[in-house]
């Protein structure tokens, strides 16, 4: 075997139980295992399709959070892991870093490990910097010696000097990061486990993580980097796994790693409603949902600046479908609300709804910048929820022209593209 | 190359696979870890400090106050034998005892709640956790103790009837840790049950404010009726206790027939707690 594979995953399973073995209190055990032993109905059971995963991945009351994962990871790799919301990312970041023992297979890894799933883990809000450095140090894996030898460079790297003798409950939560992050940055590992972390903090201090990380790796280590900002993972990492319904769905390069996540999200483009997770009481149900453009034509893409209309297909199933509100929620992928478009703050009043009808949104010019976004659909019929569907609906937007300057903000200045005008007149 | 569906131990540092062994004590990195486990022990030192008023004078007045209910209720108006020792010294002594069981117990029981944030984010031993707590509440039955010696000094001092063995102080050393032992054992059973069933949690308080009437704290063994001393065969803070006062103050104490029960039961207890412990913590996070 070539020595330089760090990291070998072979195989490795893990499952969850949902909550019919065991209730959690001793109370409740009894009561199943003496209705089981009357042969009688168990009364704690969970009722059936209140889980929203796919069919094949849960199978009785087992979940399959990662099932028949295999890879491996190479001295000085940095592996982004990339995947939608339940993928299995951080599943799998858990079982790597020994926080939950997996089901089946087996993870090996040469080198001592450090995981950073949370910054500031084990931060203590009445205790100075100084002791938090050596207690985070010391709980991830950190000897006071070494904690000793690093101090200086830690405090440094974390702009905090004058305060490090002041209690962490008064630190500004940018300071808390920063101080968090870099104990966790020196932390002598060969192997770096990163979930996410890179999400807090100012820009500034994001950029100098991400250097750090860099260094990191240019000194020998191998990081593996779970992250939802592509962008970040574009940037820094050499290759890509793609996990899918806790299965590896690509493993390789970094670009098309991407493309292949993308392309996962086309798939679930348009019409698939059919199997999304929803709540309400389903007195009527969304049953389609699209965009298009003013004449009409369905749309995949959309541009910002463009002219487009969104189509809610609304299906009454009960007779007393009164005072319908009808919201879309747009949001990153990271679950931020960016645009909310609700008939309420429309306008539009729906007193009775008897037939299945088409609802249309239009937007006269799309402020949106390039990039993906998720979408949540809400429907209430006389203030109680009738249906109610969370990142079920994905879409892209491409940056266009929308100023007809050929010029658009730079990235990361703008989230929103906004209609405005300059003019300069002397006084 | 090695077999694929088994990995090679020799190739690698560490190997992650589902657990298997019923016992998998990992001693070794516990000992890794040990600047942790003095870490965890001066996060609660001076937490402790930083948190409370009265600061380390709430360890004195704890202690003095309930030797003071005691003499009162169970010394003047029961009127309960302490072995001819003056009642402060008798209450004292046992109460400095018990209380730090109590500790080591209660403390231990509500290891995975407390500690979720922490063990659902970072790996170390998880036995790293119990030994600090057990260090913590070393600290107040230090400062207990030292209050118990000035007490008898303070009798000494006074001329009263009272004998001190200092010479046998050192073997006192030997009984806290296994009370040390003992009440960490039962804490672990506990935090391994309340994993699955929560509700244990709202009985260990209660249970181990009762189990201390059942031990020689506030009477000594001498009085209990022969009919019920096989109950103390079985009640593992029996000897500590007793041998305590007979160490310190040559009180008559107890047999060695009690001593070996009361060992047998806290090594089981011990055992059975590294093993429940070290189930529960491969798992605990999935469901906590």
Redesign the interface.
């Known amino acids: 075997m070539a020595s330089d594979v760090v990291i070998r995953v072979h195989k490795l399973s893990k499952h969850y139980r949902l909550g019919v073995i065991n209730h959690g209190t001793l109370y409740r055990d009894l009561q199943s295992w003496w209705a089981k032993a009357r042969g009688k109905h168990d009364p704690n059971t969970t009722l059936g399709g209140t889980w929203s995963h796919s069919r094949f991945r849960t199978e009785g009351d087992i979940f399959r959070a990662l099932e028949d994962v295999s890879f491996e990871v190479r001295r000085g790799e940095i592996l982004g892991i990339i995947g939608g919301n339940g993928a299995g990312k951080s599943t799998l970041l858990k079982v790597l870093s020994r926080i939950t023992a997996p089901t089946s297979g087996w993870i090996g890894l040469s080198g001592r490990v450090a995981s950073l799933l949370e910054v500031g883990t084990g931060f203590h809000p009445e205790l100075t910097g100084r002791e938090n450095v050596f207690l985070s140090g010391a709980i991830l894996g950190m000897s006071r010696r070494e904690i000793s030898q690093k101090f200086d460079e830690i405090v440094d790297f974390a702009e905090i000097s004058q305060f490090i003798d002041t209690p962490v409950k008064r630190y500004s939560s940018g300071m808390y990061v920063r101080l968090a992050f870099s104990v966790a940055a020196h932390l002598e590992s060969e192997i770096l486990l990163v979930d996410e972390v890179l999400a807090v903090g100012d820009i500034s201090f994001q950029r100098k993580c991400l250097g750090k990380m860099e260094d990191i790796v240019s000194g020998g280590r191998t990081i593996l980097f779970v992250s939802h900002n592509m962008a970040a993972i574009e940037n820094l990492c050499t290759r890509a796994l793609v996990l899918k319904e806790g299965r590896v769905d690509f493993h390789g390069e970094v670009k098309e790693g991407i493309r292949h996540y993308y392309d996962y999200f086309g798939e679930t483009k348009g019409n698939n409603l059919e199997g999304a997770a929803r709540t309400g009481d389903g007195r009527a149900r969304i049953t389609d949902v699209w965009f298009s453009d003013a004449e009409g034509n369905q749309l995949t893409i959309l541009k910002s600046g463009q002219e487009i209309q969104l189509h809610i297909c609304v299906d009454p199933v009960a007779e007393n479908c009164r005072n319908l509100i009808l919201a879309a929620g747009v949001t990153t992928l990271q679950g931020e609300g960016v645009l909310h478009l609700s008939t309420e703050t429309g306008g539009l009043v729906v007193p009775h709804l008897d037939a299945r009808s088409v609802f249309t949104c239009t937007l006269p010019r799309l402020t949106l910048r390039g990039g993906y976004y998720s979408m949540n659909l809400f429907l209430s019929s006389n203030g109680i929820v009738a249906d109610w569907l969370q990142d079920t609906f994905r879409f892209q937007v491409e940056d266009a022209d929308f100023y007809g300057t050929g010029k658009l903000p730079p990235e990361g200045y703008s989230t929103f593209l906004a209609d405005f005008s300059w003019a300069v007149t002397k006084e | ?2 077999s ?5 131990p020799e ?9 298997r062994k019923i016992v998998d004590l990992d001693l070794p990195s516990v000992w890794r ?1 040990r ?2 486990i ?3 022990f ?2 609660d030192f ?2 402790f400090y ?2 409370t008023i009265l600061g380390p004078l709430w360890y004195l007045i704890q202690p003095t106050l309930t030797a003071l209910t005691y003499f009162v209720i169970f010394g003047k108006i029961a009127n309960i034998s302490t072995d001819g020792l003056p009642p402060f010294v008798f209450y004292m002594s046992g109460i400095a005892l018990w209380t730090y069981f109590a500790v080591c117990l209660t403390n231990n029981a509500e290891i995975f709640s407390k500690n979720a ?8 031993p998880r036995l790293v956790v119990p030994i600090s707590v057990v260090m913590s509440g070393m600290v107040a039955f230090v400062i207990q103790f030292a209050l118990l010696l000035v007490v008898v000094i303070g009798f000494l001092l006074a001329g009263t009837d009272l004998r001190m063995y200092w010479i046998a102080s050192p073997l006192v050393l030997l009984l806290v840790l296994y009370v040390a032992c003992l009440g960490m054992s039962i804490g672990l059973v506990v935090s391994a049950l309340t994993v ?5 949690a709202f009985a260990t308080g209660f249970v181990t404010q009762l189990w201390m009437f059942a031990s020689p704290v506030v009477y000594p063994y001498s009085q209990v009726p022969e009919k019920y001393r096989f109950f103390f065969y079985f009640n593992p803070m029996t000897a500590p206790i007793e041998s305590l006062r007979s160490l310190m103050f040559g009180t008559d104490g107890i047999g060695i027939s009690i001593w070996l029960s009361n060992i047998a039961i806290t090594l089981v207890l011990l055992i059975l707690g590294l093993v429940l412990f070290t189930r529960a913590e ?2 605990a ?3 906590v």
Do not use: C, H
């Open positions: 190359m090695s694929e569906d088994s990995p090679n190739e690698w540092d560490v190997v992650i696979a589902p657990r870890y600047d942790l003095w870490m965890f001066k996060r001076i937490t930083k948190q944030q922490l063990f659902g984010k970072v790996y170390f699955r069933f929560r509700d244990l491969s798992n996070m999935d469901t």
